[in-house]
């Protein structure tokens, strides 16, 4: 045998047992090219920032284990960068995408590479843009499906689907969140919900081709796992299909035990994956979305977005759909029943035990407060303030020149404090909405960019105190790096003894999202064990910009799986 061929064989013999030793990961590899397109929604065209051309964005498929690889390319006129939103990102920090939390925006014209692992992750999540409000039109799913030989713990579905929620303005969402900062003022409500990219029939002032429904079709007697993202910017919803019921199968790509229910509540950030079985009389039936509006006296867009359920032997394929009865607006109660019902399955594969004992035992108070004008301006804020927020009155200011992830890795200083207090500096009747425009130190958190340091491996439970100064509503809060453990949720002012009776060290559900009850608390643990920096914010778009984030700054434990690996060649400059 000529050397060259004995050569050939050892490296395709490597190479097998490389295929082999990896059987089910793959790695999926893809391109997004980001650029302005014009499309025509509510009849009338608008600007928008897409990826790829579509609204909502490519789905990414892939399987747990496998390796991500996303070349995006920015051809927009804005900065942006790409969240992963759920994923894990464990030796991959520099690709999670939150801008000056983790890098520098993607500039126009330039480019950037996300390389990551999916492994002990399976469900759903979603990616989004995270520069400003640009996500209302820069976001997809991202599907996750168990690896090779391995399977669902639920009746393997027929077919699967993407319901992606959004949010419509008949605006550029730049210019008017920009115009909201400028005066302080509340930014102006959107014009339309949608799913799947379309508003739907209701908006039936424009009936054109431009105004179209999202259709599934479905099989009599079939079972459809659909994937429900609320990908909207600044609402929650109440989402139900006329006359079916709905099994809950996993949420935040964490698999939950069965539970059966006619509503599904989601907040932005999260997903909830359930079974529908077309098991009504063959016709036409609406799903329908609107919001779960939990603020008192807040404004809102109350309509209704809609797509058509459709039994492949209907009779007739045009009469109008069976429309369901949403809940009201208001309607906490049904949102707490359901978000306080799901519960985890402990027997997939990728659960593991709360932590018993807790390192870090935080109460971060979350809520709404003003900043001052500034001398010589306008604002329309309350009191002719500017709208902030805040956490343990704290109100969070980006970075502008390095992002806090490399500041911490390149040792640089000035950038950032660590000086995140575990518990408010001052405790008051916190969700007591008749004297809160008295607390008046309360009302003015001034803004700084601190974040709790944390010690690899630590537990780390975090009490989430919703406040009444401004006003009192349900703030979906989420945690980037890691899965957390919701133990309980309720109303009114947290109390330790009487809460910590009723935790669920059992099967808690596992998200990366709650929304914590308006006017109440729910208290998360989690494990730090993913070295890095870690964004926690409230998801509604309206929020973040004023300050309602805080970040986690995990410390290297020591080993290499420990340690907080340099940037990727590519890694956006700042400058
Ligand atoms: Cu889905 Cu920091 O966000």
Redesign the pocket.
């Known amino acids: 045998m000529a050397p060259s061929s004995v050569f050939a064989v050892g490296f395709v013999l490597a190479f097998l047992s490389l295929c082999f030793s990896t059987a089910s990961a793959d790695i999926v590899e893809t391109s997004f090219i980001v650029k302005n397109l014009t499309v025509n929604r509510l009849c009338q065209n608008q600007v928008i920032t897409a990826v790829n051309g579509s609204l909502p964005g490519p789905t990414l498929r892939v399987k747990e284990g496998d390796n991500v690889i996303v070349h995006v390319f920015n051809q927009s006129p804005y900065n942006l960068t790409i969240?992963w939103?759920g994923v894990f990102q464990k030796q991959s920090q520099w690709a999670d995408g939150?801008e000056f939390i983790t890098q520098c925006p993607i500039r126009p014209g330039g480019n950037y590479t996300y390389r990551f692992n999916l492994t002990g992750q399976v469900g759903t999540l979603?990616w989004?843009s995270?520069v400003q409000w640009l996500?209302a039109t820069v976001h997809g799913a991202l599907v996750i499906r168990p690896r090779d030989g391995q399977k669902y713990p639920f009746v393997k579905p027929y077919r699967e689907d993407t319901i992606v929620l959004g949010e419509w303005w008949n605006a550029n969402v730049i210019d008017i969140e920009n115009a909201a900062l400028a005066t302080g003022a509340a930014p102006q409500i959107s014009d339309a919900y949608t799913i799947n990219g379309w508003p739907g029939d209701l908006f039936n002032s424009c009936r054109s081709i431009s105004n179209n429904t999202y259709r599934l079709d479905v099989v009599p007697g079939k079972t459809y796992l659909l994937r429900i993202i609320n990908a909207a910017l600044n609402t929650q919803f109440f989402f139900k299909i006329a006359n079916h019921n709905l099994t809950v199968v996993g949420a935040d790509a964490a698999y939950t035990n069965p539970y059966q229910t006619d509503v599904v509540v989601i907040g932005p950030?999260q997903t909830t994956d359930v079974l529908l079985t077309a098991n009504q009389a063959p016709g036409l039936y609406y799903m329908a979305a609107h919001p779960y509006a939990s603020a008192v006296g807040g404004t809102f867009n109350g309509n209704t977005t809609t797509a058509i359920i459709a039994y492949q032997n209907a009779t007739s394929q045009t009469t109008t759909p069976i429309l369901p009865i949403l809940p009201a607006f208001n309607d906490t109660p049904t949102a707490h029943k359901f978000s306080s019902n799901l519960t985890a399955l402990v027997t997939s594969p990728f659960w593991s035990s709360v932590p018993q004992t807790v390192d870090e035992d935080m109460l971060v108070t979350v809520g709404l407060g003003l900043s001052p004008c500034g001398s010589n301006q306008n604002c329309s804020g309350i009191f002719g303030q500017r709208f902030s927020a805040s956490m343990n009155n704290h109100s969070f200011a980006l970075p502008s020149t390095i992002s806090v992830l490399e500041a911490f890795f390149r040792n640089v200083s000035g950038v950032y404090t660590d000086d995140f207090p575990n518990q408010p500096p001052l405790v008051f009747d916190y969700t007591n909405n008749s004297n809160s425009f008295n607390q008046d130190g309360l009302l003015m958190a001034p803004k700084s960019t601190s974040v709790k340091k944390v010690k690899f491996n630590s537990t780390v439970q975090v009490v989430f105190q919703n406040t009444a100064l401004i006003g009192v509503e349900n703030h979906p809060m989420?945690l980037?790096g890691f899965n957390f453990y919701v133990l309980a949720q309720g109303f009114g002012n947290y109390n330790a003894t009487e809460a910590s009776k009723n935790f669920n060290f059992v099967n808690p559900q596992e998200r990366n999202?709650i929304g914590v009850p308006v006017g109440g608390w729910a208290v998360i643990r989690f494990r730090a064990n993913n070295p890095g920096v870690w964004?926690v914010?409230c998801?509604l778009d309206v929020h973040l910009p004023w300050g309602l984030a805080m970040a986690f700054l995990v410390e290297n434990g020591g080993t290499p799986e420990s340690t907080l690996p340099p940037p990727p060649a590519d890694f956006p400059k700042c400058t």
């Open positions: 969240h939103h939150p979603w989004h995270h996500r950030g989420h980037h999202t964004f914010h998801h």
